[in-house]
């Protein structure tokens, strides 16, 4: 079964649609947008189970230049 989430993520002044494009480009991203709000870019991701998926963020999201903040939201399905 693959698990899916949403990562929000902030980022510095001005750098939302360079990160936004650096992170499309990461395998198991499915979309990411950068949107306004309190968050500067949307991200849809899969993995293959939680423990990918916590690597993902970790070693491939959060490493990008830019990004000063993210927060993970699961998929929950009823």
Known sequence: MVVQAYILIQTDVGKAAEVAIAIAKV????LAE???GPYDVIV???ARNVDELGKLVVSKVQ??????RTLT????HI
């Open 27 to 30: 395998k198991g991203v499915t």
């Open 34 to 36: 950068d949107v306004t």
């Open 44 to 46: 849809r991701a899969e």
């Open 63 to 68: 490493n990008l230049d830019g990004i000063t």
């Open 73 to 76: 939201c699961p998929v929950v």
